[in-house]
């Protein structure tokens, strides 16, 4: 029975060697799939993935007080995620079905297997949400995105309809087509609110992770991702809808294709601050077992709270209803 290995400072030159060696590897393998991601990168669909890797890196900075000091390594367990991640690579490659996605998949579990490996679980623990955020900065398979892609288009187009309907435009819809008066607006593929989509889930779920709420919050949050992207994409045809029929095509075309696609992120954002702070108003939190400073700055923020002990006394001091005499016979 071989005993294990002591603790040793992360810095020791046998560790970094290994570092080195692991990273090396792992950049040659991977050097094209990245070459290809960067070429998607450039797209509109997936220009946030330049981000992913920055946030990923600020994940484990913000983090970095759950990092091991000492560590006994090698740990023979990040061999089990290497071999899962070589087994996916090499299975994505040979029968070319989602094979960028899942290799980029493969990296992230050989990246967890080095760290492990390296690491130990206390770096791992430390290090799983950067790395696993990494897979947003990898491109959906064609026929996922093209399907997702279509399925936009249609709920834009079917949403952008009721809506300048509803504000008091005669429009109806040819498939993709908005025939909005005397004007036709197409939702093409590219209106179809796909970009807008990836960029908001991935800033979502970044949110989620760093933000100081409870875990119903957060799971809110992501759950509130897709249909407030949508809601910004139906705000950014109907708005150039109104626009055709009030200033012209060629300001409405400007608009949707330039100015209304950059303020999609602000208004997603917003309508994302609006339901953080709906969820503030609704879930209160309980102020029986607050200190007398914690209750003032409650009832600053929330002036609700300042009528809830008058309503609660006011309840409690009310007296019971008095039982009718029995009738005598």
């Known amino acids: 029975m071989t005993a294990k290995p002591s603790p040793e400072t992360i810095r020791s030159p046998g560790w970094i060697g290994a570092l080195i060696a692991i990273l090396g590897v792992l950049a040659f393998v ?30 484990a900075w913000k983090w970095r007080v759950w ?48 760290t492990l490996m390296l690491g130990g679980p206390a770096a791992l623990r430390w290090l799983w949400p950067s790395l696993a955020f990494l897979l947003f900065m990898f491109p959906l398979p064609y026929r996922v995105e093209s399907s997702l892609g279509w399925e936009l288009q249609k709920i834009a187009a079917i949403c952008s309809e009721f809506v300048l309907q509803t504000v008091g435009y005669p429009t109806y819809r ?10 036709v607006l197409e939702v093409a593929n590219a209106c179809s609110g796909l970009s807008m989509l990836l960029t908001f889930l991935a800033l979502a779920t970044g949110m989620a992770i760093v933000i100081q709420r409870p875990w119903l919050d957060r799971i809110i949050i992501l759950l509130s991702a ?20 009030e200033a012209g095509k060629e300001l409405g075309d400007r608009v949707f294709h330039d100015f209304a696609g950059w303020m999609m992120m602000p208004l997603a954002l917003g309508v ?14 309980d102020l029986g077992k607050a200190s007398r400073e914690e209750v003032i700055r409650n009832v600053t923020s929330k002036p609700a709270y300042l009528f809830m002990p008058a309503f609660e006394e006011s309840q409690a001091a009310k007296p019971a209803k008095r039982a009718a005499p029995p009738k005598g016979n």
């Open 226 to 245: 897709v249909p407030i992207a949508i809601f910004s994409n139906v705000i950014r045809i109907a708005v150039t809808g109104v626009l055709y029929n």
């Open 272 to 285: 994302l601050l609006i339901e953080l702070k709906v969820l503030d108003w609704v879930l209160q939190d």
């Open 67 to 114: 990092a091991p000091t000492e560590i006994a390594w090698p740990d023979a367990m990040g061999l089990a995620f290497i071999g899962g991640g070589a087994a996916l690579f090499l299975a994505a490659g040979l029968f070319n079905t989602a094979k960028e996605w899942l290799q980029g998949l493969s990296l992230v579990l050989n990246l967890c297997g080095a």
């Open 174 to 183: 040819a498939g993709n087509t908005l025939h909005c008066q005397d004007h």
């Open 30 to 59: 991977y050097f094209p799939l990245m070459n290809y991601c960067f070429q998607q990168w450039l797209k509109p669909d997936y220009s946030h993935g330049f981000l992913v890797p920055l946030f990923s890196i600020y994940l």
